[in-house]
């Protein structure tokens, strides 16, 4: 497709790409810029899928330099329309925490993807440019605006293992890989692409904001119709945490 591209004379490629393909790890700084090394976390499949295209794309560019390829590395899109796995996984009602830690929330409202999008055509940018928010989001905030969520803080190894046998029961799509991310640092700086001009719309916080009034997020206590879904949910913790002491137990013994 790529090549289809260039002898039709495209001038301009432009790619959105999650920014876990950087990775959560214990070492990575408090932001991360356009030159952090990407290594996503093994196993998390859109991260890794993400930087594999990336990496082939860099090869491509190397042979056709005539066309600008701009990568926008976007931090979770949140805001109303915009529901999917990580709206739910960072700021549903059944939000998931690592006991432990505080991991801040970086989101990108869709309207902003849209008008960054934009500003890389007009302005001629090339090369890879952080897309998210100015500000972060601390979960005491998301806490305040949607009230606590169903599921508590868990270790982290009892949170894999959790969504580990979620999975194979078939039940929600949130694989286990997700837990580094979770549990460390994943930031990134989006000062190079202000300094190019781009101006967000909306903060983080606004962005959050706007998906409760689109309807994509509800407050955890609005939702009674639902309580079998927690009941089932802390079933399955309960069950998973059993398994665990037990598989403990067997190996002491």
């Known amino acids: 497709m790529l090549d289809a591209c260039a002898s039709c004379g495209v001038t301009?490629?432009?790619?959105?790409?999650?920014?876990?393909?950087y990775g959560a790890w214990p070492t990575n700084p408090s932001e991360l810029t356009e030159d952090s090394a990407i290594r996503p976390v093994p196993g998390f499949l859109p991260a890794v899928h993400a930087a594999e295209v990336?990496?082939?794309?860099?090869?491509?560019?190397?042979?056709?330099?005539?066309?600008?390829?701009?990568?926008?590395?976007?931090?979770?899109?949140?805001g109303s329309g915009a529901d999917h796995m990580w709206s739910r996984v960072l700021a549903g009602p059944m939000r998931l925490r690592v006991r432990g830690t505080e991991i801040a929330?970086?989101?990108?409202?869709?309207?902003?993807?849209a008008s960054a999008i934009?500003?890389?055509?007009?302005?001629?940018?090339?090369?890879?440019y952080n897309l998210c928010a100015n500000g972060v989001i601390t979960p005491e905030s998301v806490d305040d605006l949607l009230g606590r969520p169903w599921i508590p803080a868990l270790p982290a190894e009892l949170l894999e293992r959790l969504l580990l046998r979620a999975s194979r029961l078939r039940i929600g799509e949130i694989p286990a890989e997700v837990v580094p991310y979770l549990q460390y640092p994943c930031v990134i700086s989006n000062k190079k692409l202000l300094d190019a001009g781009w101006i967000p719309s909306y903060s983080s916080k606004e962005a959050l904001e706007d998906a409760v009034r689109g309807g994509v997020l509800e407050p955890a206590d609005s939702l009674p119709a639902r309580s079998w879904l927690r009941r089932a949910v802390v079933a399955l913790g309960v069950l998973t945490l059993s398994s665990l002491l037990f598989s403990r137990l067997r190996r002491k013994s």
Request: without cysteine; proline residues 9%.
């Open 54 to 78: 990336e990496r082939r794309l860099i090869d491509w560019r190397f042979d056709h330099p005539s066309i600008r390829v701009v990568t926008l590395r976007s931090a979770p899109v949140l």
């Open 12 to 21: 301009t490629i432009i790619r959105v790409v999650p920014t876990s393909i």
């Open 105 to 113: 929330l970086q989101v990108v409202h869709p309207d902003d993807v």
């Open 118 to 128: 934009s500003f890389a055509i007009v302005n001629g940018l090339d090369g890879p």
